[in-house]
């Protein structure tokens, strides 16, 4: 049976519920430290970050992006607050972040881990990333990390980021995206789409949505190919069939999968 936009939200909901309660590990077998070295992160970075590292990302929205003191940025799909922390350091007592999740037990982690950094300034609100709980044009940096690829509506979330974003903003996420289509046994699967494959979007589609929306100076300045994906997430990629995903569908799946950075700009 199909998979209705219902059904997929709630398996994506339980299933970032059950990582923050820690009923259930992230994506891969790998270390949390690890995978994140991999996809980008610090060691330093990651000191910061702390408990908030779930291992959950595909790569390091900040690294190639302009973020300045003073600025407010908004973090898509924040989780335990990650690279809302870090964003937090960048963007020093004078600015502000905003994280928005959906998940309950996720929201609270973010709370607490932001009480034990004493980061006064960051704040994290319940909503969805198609209808964001911010005001019109009141944010500089909208980031995300491997979030908008889990959206049944993906044009809405740009259409959202052009809304909040100041004239002259900007956004800079990470993200899953194919190469090619994925096998129709996949997109069928909702453990596939929660995993974080299923709901990749085509690099051309993905790029098209954020021109509809409206962005300007479009720019990818990194992809990380899925052998690479695969070391992070502890997968085994070369052997059809083989790795977590157990079916030569998914197997096919994984190999189309690569990370891509995503800049755009709101004139």
Not at 20 to 29: D, N
Not at 76 to 86: C, E, H, M, P, T
Not at 200 to 217: H, N, P, R, V
């Amino acid at each position: 049976m199909a998979n209705t936009e219902s059904t997929i939200l709630e398996s994506v909901r339980q299933h970032y519920s059950e990582i923050a309660e820690g009923k259930r590990c992230g994506c891969g077998s790998g270390d949390v430290a690890d995978v994140a070295r991999i996809i980008g992160y610090s060691s330093e970075e990651l000191k910061v970050a702390g408990q908030a590292n779930l291992g959950l990302g595909c790569g390091n929205p900040l690294a190639l992006a302009a973020i300045e003191p003073g600025m407010t940025v908004l973090d898509l799909g924040s989780g335990a607050g990650f690279d809302a922390f870090l964003a937090w350091r960048k963007v020093g007592p004078q600015g502000q972040v905003i994280g928005v999740d959906m998940t309950d037990p996720m929201l609270q982690l973010a709370h607490k881990n932001a009480a034990e950094l004493g980061a006064t300034n960051v704040e994290f609100r319940k909503g969805s990333i198609e209808t964001l709980p911010v005001d019109d044009s009141s944010v500089d940096l909208v980031i995300s990390n491997c979030v908008i690829n889990l959206s049944t509506n993906k044009p809405a979330v740009f259409r959202e980021i052009y809304r909040v974003l100041k004239p002259g903003g900007s956004f800079a996420v990470s993200d899953l995206v194919l190469l090619r289509p994925l096998p129709a046994e996949v997109t069928r699967d909702v453990e596939a789409y929660v995993g974080c494959i299923a709901g990749a979007s085509l690099l051309t589609d993905y790029l098209s949505m954020a021109m509809e929306a409206g962005f300007d100076d479009l720019a990818i300045p990194q992809i990380t190919g899925s052998k690479k994906l695969g070391e992070a997430y502890g997968l085994e990629l070369s052997q059809p069939g083989g790795g977590c995903c157990g079916t030569s569908p998914l197997a096919e799946a994984a190999r189309a999968v690569v990370s891509a950075k995503l800049h755009g700009r709101k004139r």
